[in-house]
């Protein structure tokens, strides 16, 4: 079986100039965020947006829901793969990143379709089981902090309706899942979730080795 190919910064640029269809305004959101703090680190790359909103479209999502907005570029990214009438709840746990996606939504035309909702995302996922009752979702994506992902996975999946997509991002946390000197609660975090998700019967299960690792779940019918 042959080995994944290195990405190199060549490769990546490659990739990108042949594939990526990033307008003016992703760009600017993406070049924004990138000035701030850790924000290139924390940013979805714009080939893994661009992947996120493929497959809203091939799994026919009319209604998505997001862990974790950041500055909102998957968020943008998502929304645009919406039919007009479809819906995105996004959540944080504060406001101070989204607000700076909240222009750049409205500039797009899809800030109608977004519902951005702040607190704990455990509170705010409860809620939304609550009021609306399982299965809600054709799409959930996870991509907040690592050690509540298992409980977000959780909820993501008692929301999300059969036949349904869960994307995880940050699987592979900058290759420390495989560091055994790595034991910060973040790595162990996404090293048992990542264990627990090959036996969870409940999920088909592909875990793509592109950007930091993204893991795609089909909620079984």
Do not use: H
């Amino acid at each position: 079986m042959a080995d994944q190919i290195t990405v190199t910064p060549g490769l990546a640029g490659y990739l990108r100039e042949v594939s990526l269809r990033e307008d003016d305004i992703l760009r600017e959101l993406r070049a924004e965020t990138a000035d701030l703090p850790a924000g290139a680190a924390m940013q979805v790359p714009p080939e893994e947006g661009q992947l996120l909103a493929l497959l809203a479209g091939l799994v026919g999502a009319r209604s998505v829901l997001e862990v974790g907005t950041f500055t909102g570029y998957s968020t943008l990214c998502l929304a645009r793969a919406l039919p007009p009438d479809g819906r995105l709840v996004t959540c944080d746990i504060t406001d101070r990143w989204p607000s700076i996606g909240v222009g750049y939504w409205q500039r797009a035309g899809v800030a109608d379709r977004i519902d951005l909702r702040i607190g704990d995302a455990r509170e705010t996922l409860a809620t939304l089981l609550a009021e609306e009752g399982p299965g809600g979702f054709d799409l959930v994506f996870v991509d907040a902090d690592k050690t509540g992902y298992p409980d977000y996975y959780e909820l993501g999946l008692s929301l999300t309706r059969p036949g349904g997509l869960i994307v995880v991002d940050n699987t592979l946390f900058f290759g420390r899942v495989v560091d055994p000197a790595a034991e910060d609660p973040d790595t162990v975090a996404i090293r048992e979730l990542n264990a627990r998700l090959r036996t969870d019967e409940r999920v088909d299960l592909s875990l793509l080795a592109v950007a930091d690792g993204v893991t795609l779940l089909r909620r079984r019918p």
